[in-house]
T-cell receptor, first 110, second 113 residues
Framework: DAKTTQPPSMDCAEGRAANLPCNHS???????VYWYRQIHSQGPQYIIH???NNETNEMASLIITEDRKSSTLILPHATLRDTAVYYC???????????FGGGTRLMVKP | DADVTQTPRNRITKTGKRIMLECSQT?????MYWYRQDPGLGLRLIYY???????NKGEISDGYSVSRQAQAKFSLSLESAIPNQTALYFC????????????FGSGTRLTVV
């Protein structure tokens, strides 16, 4: 499985876009990029996933570089409720076993 | 009602006791998982099941066992609880095509004293 690298923490001002990067330079052609978040001690929440095209849903946008070695999760208008740990995971589809590493702790500030 | 329900939400038990954590889902998913989370760390997979007759060990299965009683029910047992099994436990489900990611329960906070 491809390994991912994320910054341990980031800050974002409320109302601004939060851009969370993820490096996955060893990603294989059939591996998808998944994003989850965990708010405090709640169960992780699925956000979005994609293969090579950019994806958007009601929660976020996922931008994957053309070489697929990195991606960015974009929360277009961050709110205080978006404060959470965000996990970037690379797996084949369907993801048999998701592995959650350290993630990025996003702090949205007023 | 929640899509994935875990019971109990909190439990304190003594060393050496047997304890069962239960998980039920209304998503109609085939696949179910048990994860453990220690403070400040990511989630680690304990066991997973792709259907009622399929049980697989995850990365940290020692000291745990599971039972898939039905498509909708997947329980985790600690046969003889020890203090280092104190953690937050999550159950999750997914469909066989992985179309919508995993759905997690709210977790069970287990303390072994």
């Amino acid at each position: 499985d491809a390994k991912t690298t994320q910054p341990p923490s980031m800050d974002c001002a409320e109302g601004r876009a939060a851009n969370l990067p993820c490096n996955h330079s060893t990603i294989s052609g059939n591996e998808y990029v998944y994003w989850y978040r965990q708010i405090h001690s709640q169960g992780p929440q699925y956000i979005i996933h994609g293969l090579k095209n950019n994806e958007t849903n009601e929660m976020a946008s996922l931008i994957i570089t053309e070489d697929r070695k990195s991606s960015t999760l974009i929360l277009p208008h961050a709110t205080l409720r978006d404060t959470a740990v965000y996990y970037c995971i690379v797996r084949v589809l369907p993801p048999n076993m998701l592995t959650f590493g350290g993630g990025t702790r996003l702090m949205v500030k007023p | 009602d929640a899509d994935v329900t875990q019971t109990p939400r909190n439990r304190i038990t003594k060393t050496g006791k047997r304890i069962m954590l239960e998980c039920s889902q209304t998503k109609g998913h085939d696949r179910m998982y048990w994860y453990r989370q220690d403070p400040g760390l990511g989630l680690r997979l304990i066991y997973y099941s792709f259907d009622v007759k399929d049980i697989n060990k995850g990365e940290i299965s020692d000291g745990y066992s599971v039972s898939r009683q039905a498509q909708a029910k997947f329980s985790l047992s600690l046969e003889s609880a020890i203090p280092n099994q104190t953690a937050l436990y999550f159950c999750a489900t997914s469909d066989s095509r992985g179309r919508y990611g995993y759905t997690f329960g709210s977790g069970t906070r287990l303390t072994v004293v």
